[in-house]
Antibody, heavy 120, light 110 residues
Framework: EVHLVESGGGLIKPGGSLRLSCSASGFSLTNVWMSWVRQAPGKGLESFGL??????????QYAAFVKGRFTISRDDSKNTLYLQMDSLETEDSGVYYC???????????WGQGTLVTVSS | QTVVTQEPSFSVSPGGTVTLTCGLS?????????PSWYRQTPGQAPRTLIY???TRSSGVPDRFSGSILGNKAALTITGAQADDESKYYCVFYMGSGNWVFGGGTKLTVL
């Protein structure tokens, strides 16, 4: 059974850094495209980054509003996806979800999310 | 910037049928945008319902169906149940790793 578990969220001051993890089980992260989606408090869903499968080159893509601040990576030996977040802003607060990207172009399985609060 | 429009709220009677719609500010919706639908209850992760316009995700009952209605994507729920009370989001895939999300429709069953 496919299972995703995010962790690493917490309270961080503006300008700080945080690394989120998404531990996968039931499948190999190497073989799938993965994305990060976030949800600000009381707001809707917003995707901002993806990493392609190893077969597709393993490259990453980011939305403009996180480009240069957020980095997605993968540790195949741990079957874990990471989101390194630097230069955090208050607007980055919210629940962060990792999701398997299905073909064509949809969000398949989701983790339970981890809460990030950026506040002084 | 492309905006996705969804009804902010909708209500349906238990056992009734409801159709939620999802439009694009840039024009008509087509299957080439691969519309997908998700539902989310407060404090929970989203759950995938429909992808590729009409395909039900694993485990989703056939009370849920997706379609294109006129120039919009649509999600129809038949035989509405109390636990269908959720927020329903539609998403369009614009290609090249870009998605646009609707703001969600809050469905009340009463």
């Amino acid at each position: 059974e496919v299972h995703l578990v995010e962790s690493g969220g917490g309270l961080i001051k503006p300008g700080g850094s945080l690394r989120l993890s998404c531990s996968a089980s039931g499948f190999s992260l190497t073989n799938v495209w993965m994305s990060w989606v976030r949800q600000a408090p009381g707001k809707g869903l917003e995707s901002f980054g993806l990493i392609k499968s190893k077969f597709a080159g393993g490259t990453t893509q980011y939305a403009a509003f996180v480009k240069g601040r957020f980095t997605i990576s993968r540790d195949d030996s741990k079957n874990t996806l990471y989101l390194q977040m630097d230069s955090l802003e208050t607007e980055d607060s919210g629940v962060y979800y990792c999701s398997i990207l299905g073909n064509p172009g949809y969000f398949d399985s989701w983790g339970q999310g981890t809460l990030v609060t950026v506040s002084s | 910037q492309t905006v996705v429009t969804q009804e902010p709220s909708f209500s349906v009677s238990p056992g009734g049928t409801v159709t939620l719609t999802c439009g694009l500010s840039s024009g008509s919706v087509s299957i080439t945008y691969y519309p997908s639908w998700y539902r989310q209850t407060p404090g929970q992760a989203p759950r995938t319902l429909i992808y590729n316009t009409t395909t039900r995700s694993s485990g989703v009952p056939d009370r849920f169906s997706g379609s294109i209605l006129g120039n919009k994507a649509a999600l129809t729920i038949t035989g509405a149940q109390a636990d269908d009370e959720s927020k329903y989001y539609c998403v369009f895939y614009m290609g090249s790793g870009n998605w646009v999300f609707g703001g969600g429709t809050k469905l009340t069953v009463l």
